[in-house]
């Protein structure tokens, strides 16, 4: 019985979209920590140190169940974002669309699963191009004995080239900057959704998870979106 409810209940889906949703919440501020060493100046250390965080996050045991656990929460809030989308049209009257729904809901809410799509897809090519080239090949020529003795693969060097390109870094940057206000869009909404679907729910503390919503919505992506380009326009050249 649990099983079917699982597969069948939309509460059981939108459960998993709160859980996974907000646990990535967690993944994109400390990925963000580990992106902003990016930022520090070519003669600082700066690929040293983002090689040694790389290398951590891709062979210490926690780190590894953590990333596992966020590829899974990647993979089921996409699956269920899907199928509640599915859900919603199949459910909802024909004669619906003749209303303007743009008076009791908010854009980013009416259309999750086309910012949803936006943001997989940006993964997908993120991951293939940083990940993929880390752990498949593509850095075999780069790979260095950093200022600890350890041997290291550049990624550090690979992701400031990527931005600083001079035919594609500004493209990349912005085709990144793209994929974050469609985040931003996703999390204005999918943030304080996700606590009342949990059933965290009070109007003493409803309008706070709004508001930190509405900011971790906006700050997050935004801090994102500047590495790229200071990275093209300001960072040194390597």
């Known amino acids: ?13 939108k459960y998993w979209m709160a859980f996974t949703g907000l646990f990535l919440c967690l993944f994109l501020v400390g990925h963000l920590f580990g992106n902003l ?21 891709t062979t210490n045991p926690a780190v590894k169940v953590l990333s596992y656990l966020t590829y899974l929460s990647i993979i089921f809030h996409a699956i269920d974002g899907i199928l ?33 799509t936006v943001i997989l897809a940006f993964i997908i090519v993120h991951m293939a191009m940083f990940w993929g080239q880390m752990k498949f090949g593509g850095l075999d020529d780069t790979i260095y004995t950093t200022a ?3 041997q290291v693969e550049d990624l550090y060097t ?58 971790f919505a906006i700050l997050i992506p935004l801090a994102f979106a500047v590495i790229p380009f200071y990275i093209h326009f300001v960072l040194e050249k390597i």
Do not use: C
């Open 1 to 13: 019985m649990a099983k079917s409810a699982l597969l069948k209940s939309s509460l059981a889906k």
């Open 37 to 57: 060493q990016l930022l520090i100046p070519v003669g600082e250390g700066a690929r040293d140190q983002f090689n040694e965080y790389a290398l951590f996050m």
């Open 84 to 116: 509640l989308t599915i859900n919603n049209r199949k459910a909802r009257p024909q004669g619906y669309v003749s209303f303007k729904p743009s008076t009791n809901s908010m854009w980013s809410s009416r259309n999750m699963g086309i910012l949803g």
């Open 148 to 150: 600890n003795g350890e």
């Open 158 to 215: 690979l992701t400031i080239k990527t931005f600083q390109d001079a035919q594609y870094g500004l493209l990349w940057a912005i085709a990144y900057a793209v994929a974050m206000i469609a985040i931003a869009f996703h999390l204005s909404h999918g943030f304080s959704s996700g606590f009342q679907s949990l059933g965290i729910n009070h109007p003493k503390y409803n309008g706070f998870i709004r508001k930190f919503g509405l900011a």
